[in-house]
Every structure is written in structure tokens, then in C-alpha cells.
């Protein structure tokens, strides 16, 4: 198992990285990966079964300038 530490420029990179390693790892391309990283700036990431207006006040967030994104 590969373990990486590491924490992309944004949220939404992380994101992008999280599912290309699921998907290299899926297809053989690559080790089980163990990854953690922390968000470089504050953001809600939502699940894939979540709804947004439910799950956070999407005003709030925006008005503190912090992302919300979605899995």
C-alpha cells in the first residue's frame, strides 16, 4: 500500500487527484493508495448523495467565501 501526504492548491484539485488515484487504483495502474490531505483553504465537501441546501447554509458560505463542492 502506497501512503501519500500531500495537499493540492485548492479544494477542488484535491477533488480531481482524490478520483484519478480511485480510478488508477481501480484499474490496476496502481498501488492502494492511503492519502491524506487537508483543505488549503475552507470548504464543505459534500458526498455524492448529498444535497447542498441541505447539508450547509449556502448563503453563509458564500458570503465567507467558502466552497462548497460535491465528491
Known amino acids: 500500500m502506497r501512503f501519500l501526504t500531500y495537499t493540492a492548491h485548492s479544494a477542488a484539485a484535491d477533488l480531481a487527484l482524490e478520483e484519478a488515484l480511485h480510478l488508477a487504483v481501480e ?3 496502481s498501488p492502494n ?3 491524506l ?4 483553504h475552507p470548504s464543505v465537501i ?3 448523495g448529498q444535497e447542498s ?3 450547509c447554509h449556502l448563503e453563509a458560505a458564500r ?3 467558502i466552497q462548497v ?3
Not at 490531505?37 to 488549503?40: E, G, H, R
Open 46 to 48: 459534500l458526498g455524492t
Open 63 to 65: 458570503s465567507e467565501n
Open 37 to 40: 490531505w487537508q483543505a488549503a
Open 27 to 29: 484499474e490496476g495502474r
Open 33 to 35: 493508495t492511503w492519502r
Open 53 to 55: 441546501a441541505r447539508e
Open 69 to 71: 463542492l460535491r465528491r
